[in-house]
């Protein structure tokens, strides 16, 4: 029954990778992915919080009363959203212009909040290290897939170097709103050929 | 009972020690962010009034503490001459406080320029302020002193109003308003500090 640490770590990646298996956490999926760059950045910052907040409510998870539960995960949650609002603005002010308000909105992310409830409440350390680590970086990626296909179609390119050439035209309607819609849809769709066999 | 005294203690102490972290990393990390802020908010709409100068305006710059806050003020140089000052104000707009940069040359007291630094105006209402050049364009020339004149046109004033952003362009007017007011009441100690800059 009880997996190994790298099997808690593995299904983030691939067997629930959160937009598309779990399909949680989608506002910033779908708000923040109109480069790769700001899609990555959005996903390290998830990342930390959620490596961060799993940690914590894992090694409390026996002091913590449970009628409370949920006021203390969000309390340690938001701090560390806050503690990384803080640093991204000292450390990296251009990627907090990018992100704006989906930053402090990682508190409200509820694959956040998910994994602290289902997850590192009832687990030990490790495996909970381990699940947010999965997690986080599986969102990365696919936020960073996402926004990839975003920018290469709606402009031509990625982080500045041109990826179908000069003659390519702009499709523009994917960095706007639908077309992240139509993005993930199509990804989706994709995820699930990939995984009947 | 004993439950509700351990509910109460746990979230208390959680918060307490979460409030203590977040402000000494707040205090760390203060000066740091403004320096990001001097660069990447402050900095554009800098130079996007002082267009012509010779200098780097984000180096000469000097503070003065007006209503117990310092504030930073960056001097433009024409042909090696300082001649031009930008500082901010701020005022509530539709959505919290926007601020508002105001380039004044000294010699004349007209307004040169102005750029929006902070806002959080509705994307694509409110934020045109930003680059709405009718708006902005309106500004230029006017005696920064002019509180009557710094005013939209609804309002009775020379300003050029932004069509479905009303509540922004008072705010921008207001807060331009607000620069006018201190630069009024700081004249002179302006006026020395730029000229210090020359040779």
């Not at chain 1, 035209?169 to 199509?186: H, S």
Request: glycine share 12%.
């Amino acid at each position: 029954m009880a997996k190994t640490i790298a099997q808690e770590f593995k299904k983030g990646l691939w067997d629930e990778i959160p937009p598309f298996r779990l399909v949680l956490g989608l506002c910033p999926v779908l708000a923040v992915t109109t480069t790769a760059e700001n899609g990555v950045g959005m996903g390290l910052a998830t990342t930390f919080v959620l490596v961060c907040s799993n940690m914590l409510v894992s090694l409390l998870r026996n002091n913590i009363p449970p009628r409370v539960r949920v006021p203390c995960f969000i309390i340690i949650i938001a701090t560390f959203v806050i503690l990384v609002e803080l640093l991204m603005q000292a450390f990296a002010y251009g990627l907090f212009l990018e992100l704006g308000i989906f930053i402090p909105l990682i508190v409200v992310n509820c694959l956040v909040l998910g994994r602290s409830e289902a997850f590192a409440s009832k687990n030990k350390f490790l495996p909970s290290l381990a699940d947010g680590l999965g997690m986080g970086i599986g969102f990365t990626i696919s936020l960073g897939i996402l926004g990839a296909v975003r920018e290469s179609l709606g402009t031509g390119m990625i982080s500045g170097i041109q990826v179908f050439g000069p003659s390519f035209e702009p499709f523009e309607f994917m960095v706007q709103a639908p077309g992240a819609f139509v993005a993930l849809g199509l990804l989706l769709c994709l995820m699930n050929i990939l995984g009947k066999k | 009972m004993r439950e509700m005294i351990r509910m109460v203690a746990t979230l208390t102490i959680l918060a307490a020690v979460a409030g203590g972290l977040l402000a000494t990393v707040k205090t760390t990390t203060a000066e740091r962010i403004e320096q990001a802020v001097l660069e990447y908010v402050q900095g554009p709409a800098v130079m996007s009034i002082m267009e012509n100068v010779t200098n780097d305006p984000l180096e000469d710059r000097f503070a003065i503490e007006i209503d117990a806050e310092e504030r930073d003020f960056f001097v433009g140089m024409v042909d090696g001459v300082p001649k031009l000052v930008a500082f901010e104000g701020k005022a509530s707009g539709y959505g919290g406080d926007l601020g508002v940069m105001v380039g004044i040359n000294v010699e004349t007291g007209e307004i040169v320029g102005i750029g929006l630094t902070t806002h959080a105006e509705t994307p694509g209402v409110g934020s045109r302020a930003e680059t709405d050049i009718r708006f902005l364009q309106s500004f230029v020339g006017l005696p920064v002193v002019a509180a009557d004149k710094i005013r939209i046109g609804e309002d009775d004033g020379e300003i050029a109003n932004i069509g479905g952003a009303t509540v922004t362009a008072r705010a921008v007017c207001t807060a331009v308003r607000r620069v006018g007011n201190m630069y009024e009441n700081y004249e002179s100690e302006i006026k020395t500090k730029v000229a210090d800059f020359s040779g």
